[in-house]
């Protein structure tokens, strides 16, 4: 994010575990552990789930807009109260013209990533430095001259696109939510990287969605 609006993200964050309100989140978020998975501390994907966790319980679970009523800033409630309106999806990244653009996998549709975003920084070197086009599951929120990314990302496998790709044709057809797909789409992720030679078509395919069944062995 940009430092005003990552100023105000952390702010929210203070709150959320303060008593008044650290039972509601911590139900938020384990319900989001539950829907997704959970890494162990000491798993190199720990500190990216628990951001999402975070993310999810801030705006789906609508802490923002509870919590932006404490700001003491009329500006930066009016900041918080926007991020219920992050758009999420699964997003790979493209040069055009020197902009980075952010296209939506599921929603299809295509985003102009703000170049101040530290996390689009990011997205351009990895996508600078390998043929591969990182493949971002990640809240996006509108401004008035472009989009920045939430710090809930997770990067997906890029060799997983394909797979990834399938499974969201089929979501497609069975008319699942977005929220239900990408936590789907997560708990393939939490299975690919949780257990051991695991191949990428077997942890992405549409039998994991929400609805379709038992997870693989050893998914929780």
């Not at 086009?133 to 939430?150: F, I, N, S």
């Not at 549409?206 to 050893?218: T, V």
Request: with cysteine.
């Amino acid at each position: 994010m940009i430092p005003v609006l990552s100023a105000v993200y952390d702010a929210l964050l203070e709150r959320a575990v303060a008593p008044s309100h650290a039972a509601r989140a911590r139900s938020l978020r384990e319900a989001f552990f539950a829907r997704t998975g959970r890494f162990p501390p000491d798993h190199p994907e720990s500190g990216a789930r628990d951001a999402a966790a975070w993310e999810d319980a801030l705006v789906r679970g609508g802490l923002a807009t509870l919590l932006a009523r404490e700001l003491d800033d009329d500006a930066e409630r009016e900041t918080a109260s926007t991020f219920r309106r992050a758009q999420r999806g699964a997003f790979v990244f493209r040069r055009h013209h020197g902009a980075l653009i952010a296209e939506d996998l599921w929603s299809n549709a295509e985003f102009l990533i703000l170049p101040r975003d530290d996390v689009a920084r990011e997205v351009a070197l990895d996508a600078n430095a390998s043929g591969d086009r990182p493949l971002c599951q990640a809240r996006l929120l509108p401004g008035p001259d472009a989009c920045v990314v939430l710090p809930g990302a997770v990067f997906h496998p890029a060799d997983a696109r394909a797979a990834i790709e399938r499974t969201l044709a089929v979501a497609r057809e069975r008319r699942l939510s977005t929220d239900a797909v990408m936590d789907g789409l997560l708990k393939m992720e939490h299975t690919w990287r949780s257990l051991t030679r695991v191949k990428i078509a077997y942890a992405y395919r549409p039998e994991a969605l929400p609805g379709s069944g038992a997870p693989p062995n050893g998914a929780r």
